[in-house]
């Protein structure tokens, strides 16, 4: 592919309501990151993964955040009964088997929760 | 706890005029740091980092430790180069730590 896909580009859930938002990262990637941007802020790190292995998980904001990556390629972040808060753009990020510093962004799932 | 700030939300220059993008860290490890753009309807992308001490699209950033600044300079502003501009920190081998960003706009 052309870069880091991310579904949808835009997502309006009720508040309660579960999602799950997708990354197709570069083909070939190891490594795959997850952000969080908030309107006005930088991307914050959620989540990190090294093939099929989820390496890094500590800035997933609560337990209602869950990411996977089971075949070492694509990737799924699912938010369980979303909030108000959680309303933020989702970037996704892949990079060849170096660190966050070579990787490629997604254009981002932009989710709305009303 | 590391820190990266960058003061000014919104900036504008007018064409050709020297441009100067602040940003000041805090952080107890020895920094690796870089600046990302966001043109309108772009990714994010990375635009430079502080070792490799090059210039890209004539920008230009010098890691000063003393002052714990790494401020992106350019000396005659472009209207291409009207976008977003983050900061960013390296705290660990797979992450970023992102300032809030500036809002560049070169006026014609």
């Known amino acids: 592919g052309a870069g880091v896909s991310q579904s949808p580009r835009y997502k309006v859930a009720k508040r309660g309501q579960d999602v799950a938002l997708r990354c197709d990262p570069i083909s070939g990637h190891v490594s795959l990151f997850w952000y969080q941007q908030a309107l006005g802020q930088g991307p914050e790190f959620l989540t990190y993964f090294q093939n099929e292995a989820q390496l890094d998980k500590s800035g997933l904001p609560s337990d209602r955040f869950f990411a996977e990556r089971p075949e070492g390629s694509v990737s799924t972040l699912k938010i369980q009964r979303t909030q108000q808060e959680d309303s933020a753009v989702y970037l996704c990020?892949?990079?060849?088997?170096?660190?966050?510093?070579?990787?490629?962004f997604g254009q981002g799932t932009r989710l709305t929760v009303v | 706890a590391q820190r990266v700030t960058q003061p000014e939300k919104l900036l504008s220059v007018f064409k050709g005029a020297p441009v100067e993008l602040k940003c000041n860290y805090s952080y107890s490890g020895s920094p690796e740091l870089f600046w990302y753009v966001q043109y309108s309807r772009q990714r994010l992308q990375l635009l430079l980092r502080h070792i490799s001490r090059e210039s890209i699209k004539g920008f230009t950033a010098d890691l000063n430790k003393g002052e714990t600044s790494f401020h992106l300079k350019k000396p005659f502003a472009q209207e291409e180069d009207s976008a977003m501009y983050y900061c960013a920190l390296q705290t660990g081998a797979n992450n970023l730590f992102f300032g809030t960003g500036t809002r560049l706009t070169v006026i014609p």
């Open positions: 990020a892949s990079s060849l088997s170096g660190g966050v510093a070579e990787a490629f």
